[in-house]
């Protein structure tokens, strides 16, 4: 009898909420000594894109260049110029390399900044 005293008194405990949350789940958990930063702002497509290229300009111009290359190249190929072919795949291998070491470099060079 004693032990179906002891269930009894436990149950009604065991039923709330309260007893197995520990923090309410409706709003942030209070930290102490963190405040929390202002809601960021999303920014459009158009917004993204002119920041990153005011960032890094070289990596569109390597873009712009090994799209161009690609481009003048195939056309060149299908009119049967393969030595003008040929001097654009070139070229175009070299705008993608000059973008890869744009692209690394302007990663290096965000990496150097001090953080404001």
Sequence with gaps: MAGATAVSELTPAAKSPAAFAPFD????????????????????????????????????????????????????????KTRQSQLMMRGRIFAQGFTVVAIIAGVFITAMKPKQ
Aim: glycine share 10%; aromatic share 12%.
């Design 25 to 80: 789940f409706s709003q942030p958990p209070d930290i102490e000594g963190f405040s929390r930063l202002p809601a960021a702002r999303d920014e459009t497509f158009k917004e993204k894109f002119l920041r990153k290229t005011k960032e890094n300009p070289f990596v569109p111009i390597g873009c712009l260049g090994t799209a161009g290359a690609l481009v003048y190249g195939l056309r060149a190929f299908n009119q049967g």
